[in-house]
């Protein structure tokens, strides 16, 4: 019975401090250690939720979820702007919710860039710049390196905890299986080693890249088994060269007995979704041979100095 505005910001702030608290047993790991261990807390609130008792429902073997829960401005969007900009953009009918949810999800993610951007032009941005270089200098400065990291997580926390809320709301449900390695884990390494760290304009570009892979891959697996759409003809020579590749040509360095038996021709089909995930990885490694610091590497900046004109002359 929540609204979702209050309960977008409790989940924001319970976020927050969850990510406060994943600093203080992860104080002394680094780098690729770090990444191990609290993607390895992921899968372990993955599975724990997975296979609690209490939230199960009859026969179900895994975790029920939370679903009908209300959706903001979604009564409002549907008693009249829907139909105002459905006529503004010629569609037959209302515009959709996901339409609104859209507009939304550009004015957080606006909000985000601005924050960040203002966070990582202060001094604070710097110190922690300089933590990420080398703690052991920082630390000699007088900076508490805990104190940052944990504030930095926190931040973290919160921005992912506001994507969380966008994100059940597009899905209308919210499942313990949705919280996949692949999605939740892989895509968005492969877009902040695509685009470059460091940096918000390069982690926005390996987004986009790996969003429209997904994207095309998707609609192809749509597509496969309907023949009125685009990409239909493009399956079926996929289907049919992977095929061939298989039964005809394995057959010449193999047993082909042994392979038609094994694969009957008509039955092998490309595992989209797979080939997916491989190609994926490919423009990784394309990536970091062509470019180890991403497509948009951090430019290093300085603070700007004060205008000769503003200094004040020495005086004889």
């Known amino acids: 019975g929540w609204s979702p505005w209050a309960a977008t910001i409790v989940a924001v702030m319970l976020s927050a401090v969850a990510g406060w608290l994943l600093a203080y047993p992860t104080a002394r790991l680094r780098t690729d250690y770090f990444a191990i261990l609290t993607v390895s807390l992921g899968e372990m609130l993955q599975i724990g939720l997975q296979a609690e008792p209490l939230l199960r429902a009859g026969t179900v073997t895994s975790a029920i979820g939370i679903s009908q829960y209300s959706r903001p401005l979604e009564g409002w969007w549907e008693s009249g702007p829907s139909n105002t900009v459905g006529d503004v953009l010629g569609l037959e009918g209302g515009a959709p919710y996901v339409f609104l949810l859209s507009v939304m999800t550009v004015v957080a993610f606006l909000g985000v860039w601005y924050l960040l951007h203002t966070l990582l032009a202060s001094p604070w941005g710097r110190i922690l710049r300089s933590i990420r270089e080398d703690e052991e200098v920082s630390q000699h400065h007088g900076h508490n390196i805990m104190t940052h990291k944990a504030a930095s997580l926190a931040v973290g926390g919160a921005i992912a905890g ?149 200094r004040e002359e020495p005086t004889e």
């Open 162 to 310: 506001l994507a969380g809320a966008l994100w059940a709301w597009l899905n209308a449900s919210i499942f313990p299986d949705f919280m996949s390695p692949v999605r939740s884990t892989f895509l968005v390494w492969a877009a902040f080693i695509v685009g470059g760290r460091g940096n918000m304009r390069g982690m926005v570009v390996g987004a986009f890249l790996i969003v429209i892979v997904e994207f095309v891959f998707n609609v192809m697996i749509v597509a496969r088994g309907n023949p009125d759409l685009a990409f239909h003809g493009l399956t079926s020579y996929m289907d049919s060269a992977f095929s061939w590749l298989i039964a005809d040509l394995g057959g010449l360095f193999w047993s082909d007995r042994s392979i038609s038996e094994a694969f009957p021709k008509a039955d092998i089909t490309l595992g989209l979704s797979h080939l997916k995930l491989a190609l994926i990885g490919a423009v990784i490694v394309v990536a970091l041979l062509i470019s180890p610091k991403g497509l948009l590497p951090e430019v290093p900046s300085r603070p700007i100095r004060p205008a000769a004109k503003d």
